[in-house]
């Protein structure tokens, strides 16, 4: 409702080649919303991307009008922004009942709207495109291209190649650090427009690191870099935690290129972002070999009704988010992941063993940690679950019953390697 703050918007959205429609009122957008447009000459059925709304107006507030656009049969499906002069905490329900994805504190800068619209088009353009929902692929080819320099400080060589491949599939030039250390060195010679923490690393872990970068930026008087925590640790109050610490935002893993894609969209300057919904070649090799996988599960499913879905070893969602990585003329990728999965596994089951044999509490949770993580990423999801409940017990500082927990962790690993064999020759047939 406020004209300057109009003039302001209308300034920036012209400037990036934005067509935008203005209202100085709930019950004025409505009638723009409906097709009534900004004059007479105004077509009654233009349809609006997205729409950016001010919280605090009189007579009708954003959440308000918000909700009523969701609920208005004649007004075709639109995505809304928030623009708020404080931000708005609790009730994230409503929030999320009236359809609004993103709310930015005024005034918002202008590299922090851009980012959130082009969030917002990458949406739009997708929908647009009338994507099928088939899994395998299809979200690679309706992605971005960046021209970023990433920093990836992960310690766990499975995460790692698996996070490095996502990572150059999306066009980014890629510098790996194994430990904080690592990090800070390469943060203080190089130039990174993002960083990708792992928050527990040996020695210095992604916590520190990031305070120890934070107050390089305060007292060189640089701008701050983007630094996105990696966690294993899905818990309420993570993502809190990792912003309170100095870093920008949370991803949980395993995560899906689709998840890091959205993250890096949000958090890179607008120039890196170079296309969007351009699209990735396909595989044709890997979606044909996807699809005769299924079929072949569905097979299995039926012959044997009493095999429950949670008994697999493996989760077939997760090892495909690996296939579709898969590029023509390369390596097979899944081969090459469930081969360091391998060689890391046992050296840790090795370790894990001698520690409880031991009763050294760190060294149970920090090997539990490591395994959960690099088992999440190869789709042994009850493996992982396990290692999962053997590093709580070390954290709340007890080993009580740790000789039957890794017991049931050597019955599960032994069914995750059978199985994680048994893809390996399955993808040479897929060759």
């Known amino acids: ?45 233009h349809r609006f991307d ?126 790996i650090a194994n430990d904080g250390e690592e990090a800070l060195s390469l943060y203080r010679s190089a130039r990174f427009d993002l960083i990708l923490m792992d928050c527990q690393m040996p020695g210095m872990d992604g916590y520190e690191a990031t305070d120890e ?57 607008p120039s890196k972002v170079l296309q969007i919904a351009k699209g990735f070649e396909k595989n044709d090799s890997v979606v ?15 012959d044997e009704e009493s095999l429950s879905a949670d008994s697999a070893p493996l989760d077939q969602g997760v090892l495909n988010n690996i296939r579709v990585l898969q590029r023509k003329g390369a390596p097979n990728m899944l081969n090459k992941v469930i081969g360091l999965y391998f060689d890391q596994s046992a050296l840790g089951m090795d370790r894990l063993r001698a520690a409880i044999k031991a009763l050294d509490i760190d060294e149970v949770r920090a090997v539990a940690h490591a395994l959960k993580s690099s088992s999440a990423n190869v789709g042994a999801l009850g493996l992982a679950d396990q290692f999962r409940l053997l590093e709580n017990k070390a954290l709340q500082g007890s080993l009580d019953s740790a000789s039957e927990s890794l017991q049931r962790i050597e019955s599960e690993y032994s069914q995750a390697i059978w199985a994680l064999g048994q893809e390996i020759r399955e993808e040479g047939e897929c060759a």
Not at 130 to 159: F, H, K, P, Q, Y
Request: charge should be negative; proline fraction near 3%; aromatic fraction near 4%.
């Open 1 to 45: 409702d406020n004209e300057t703050n109009r003039e302001i918007l209308q300034h920036q959205l012209s400037t990036w080649g934005i067509d935008a429609n203005f209202a100085a009122s709930g019950e004025k957008a409505l009638q723009i919303l409906r097709g009534g447009g900004n004059t007479e000459s105004e077509p009654q059925s």
């Open 50 to 175: 997205f729409a950016i709304l001010d919280m605090h107006m009189p007579e009708m507030d954003g959440l308000e009008l918000a909700l009523l656009i969701r609920e208005d049969e004649n007004i075709a499906p639109v995505r809304v922004m928030m623009l708020s002069s404080v931000f708005l905490v609790g009730d994230s329900e409503s929030r999320k009942k009236a359809g609004i994805l993103y709310q930015l504190t005024k005034p918002a800068p202008q590299r922090q709207l851009y980012q959130t619209i082009v969030s917002l088009m990458g949406a739009v353009l997708q929908s647009n495109e009338e994507i099928n929902n088939n899994a395998e692929s299809d979200s690679l080819t309706e992605g971005v291209v960046l021209n970023a320099e990433i920093l990836l400080a992960e310690d766990n060589l499975v995460n790692q190649e698996v996070a490095f491949n996502m990572l150059k599939i999306l066009g980014c030039k890629v510098q």
């Open 213 to 269: 970068i934070r107050r390089q930026e305060k007292k060189l008087l640089v701008g701050r870099v983007p630094i996105i925590a990696l966690t294993a640790n899905a818990l309420d109050g993570d993502r809190e935690k990792c912003i309170e610490l100095g870093m920008s935002d949370y991803l949980s893993k395993p995560f899906t290129i689709d998840a890091i894609k959205e993250l890096l969209v949000k958090w890179l300057d």
């Open 288 to 302: 044909k070999c996807l699809e005769n996988r299924d079929s072949q599960n569905d097979d299995v499913i039926n």
